[in-house]
Every structure is written in C-alpha cells, then in structure tokens.
T-cell receptor
Framework: DTAVSQTPKYLVTQMGNDKSIKCEQN?????MYWYKQDSKKFLKIMFS???????INETVPNRFSPKSPDKAHLNLHINSLELGDSAVYFC????????????FGQGTRLTVV | GENVEQHPSTLSVQEGDSAVIKCTYS??????FPWYKQELGKGPQLIID?????GEKKDQRIAVTLNKTAKHFSLHITETQPEDSAVYFC???????????FGKGTKLSVKP
C-alpha cells in the first residue's frame, strides 16, 4: 500500500490555467506538508498543516491555496499558473510537529507552457 | 531562521570506496537531523536520522555523526555500491519553525 500518494504524477498545462494536485496519506499522521523542488533539486517547504489547521505558510504567492478536508488529505490548488511554477511538487506527512520522519509522495511534475 | 549548507554538490566514487557528505546548520536550537536519499523520479526517502542528544548512529553501511558544538553533521557510506547512486539531502528540524530545512543536495555517483 502506498503510504503517501499524490495525483497526478505529471501535469502539463498552459499559463493562466487553474489546476489542483491531490494528496492522501494512510499512515494516520497528524501533519502534512507541501514542498516544491526546483530544477536544481532544491527542496523548499511551502505549507504545513497539523490536524487540518495551517501551521506554516512560507512566502508562497497567494495563487497557491492548500486545502485540508480531513487530516488524511492535503490538496494544493494553484490559480493563474505561471511559467515559474514549473517544478516538482511533493506532498509529505509526519507523525507530529516535532522532529520525526517525514514520508514523501512520489511527486507531481508540473510543467507550465 | 535555520540555514543548512551541504557539501559537496556532486561526488563521484569508485565502487567499494567510502563517501562522505557534510552539512552545517546555523541555529543551535535545531534538534533533529535526518538524511534523505532521492532516486530518479521518486520522492525523498529517509535513510538515517540523528537527534541532538546523540553523537553518532550507524545502520549497516551508513553512519551519521553530529558535532553540536561546531553545528556539523555528516553522512558516511562505506563499501559503496552502484545502487547507492542518488541525490542525498541533509536536513535540520527547528522546533520554533516546525519544519525541516533541507540542504541543497549531493548527487552521488558510484562507478562500477
């Protein structure tokens, strides 16, 4: 069984479109994250949710809106996509907010053309 | 906030040799230091971690050392194999920020 699953794996879309990436974890974790990995492989936190509540919102444009309908799901909606949004987006989860292992999904490669 | 520096950015070794990747962190309050391996087309996967109350931890061919005074931690891989080829990330967890700060990664290539 996949612990952290995100869909789709690949997403190609035009500038200006709105798209969503879904994430689900079956580990019973309380905390979920979205990370962005750029072309140089740099991993940067975007959002962190704990029990459906937003904990961290790094300097991310407000075109990015996370939504957590329950603690097993954290979806990422992106409005008015720009070329610079092209990257691999990773969902992750961990047991709690303290330092514990983060489990990552397989990533969603977003390409904006 | 926390800042994590990782070196080298690329590392090429011969099969059977050892590989060492080093990281430094800036905030002395950081208390958890994991290492992740990312294979092509996959998400990062934890390979070993260490907490601030421990100086060294070993798991078969991999080991991590932590020097809290110098704010350094290192990953050591012995008897490298071609399947060790991947990008390795160090990270530091700072409770006040509540998230992992990653280094920029090291691309390790193990030549058969």
């Amino acid at each position: 069984d996949t612990a952290v699953s995100q869909t789709p794996k690949y997403l190609v879309t035009q500038m200006g479109n709105d798209k969503s990436i879904k994430c689900e974890q079956n580990l019973g974790h309380d905390t979920m994250y979205w990370y962005k990995q750029d072309s140089k492989k740099f991993l940067k936190i975007m959002f962190s949710y704990n029990n459906k509540e937003l904990i961290i919102n790094e300097t991310v444009p407000n075109r990015f809106s996370p939504k957590s309908p329950d603690k097993a799901h954290l979806n990422l909606h992106i409005n008015s996509l720009e070329l610079g949004d092209s990257a691999v987006y990773f969902c992750a989860s961990s047991l709690g907010q303290e330092g514990t292992e983060a489990f990552f999904g397989q990533g969603t490669r977003l390409t904006v053309v | 906030g926390e800042n994590v520096e990782q070196h080298p950015s690329t590392l090429s070794v011969q099969e059977g040799d050892s590989a060492v990747i080093k990281c430094t962190y800036s905030d002395s309050a950081s208390n958890y230091f994991p290492w992740y391996k990312q294979e092509l087309g996959k998400g990062p996967q934890l390979i070993i971690d260490i907490r601030s109350n421990v100086g060294e931890k070993k798991d078969q061919r991999i080991a991590v050392t932590l020097n809290k005074t110098a704010k350094h931690f290192s990953l050591h891989i012995t008897e490298t194999q071609p399947e060790d080829s991947a990008v390795y990330f160090c990270a530091a967890f700072l409770g006040s920020q509540g998230n992992l700060i990653f280094g920029k990664g090291t691309k390790l290539s193990v030549k058969p």
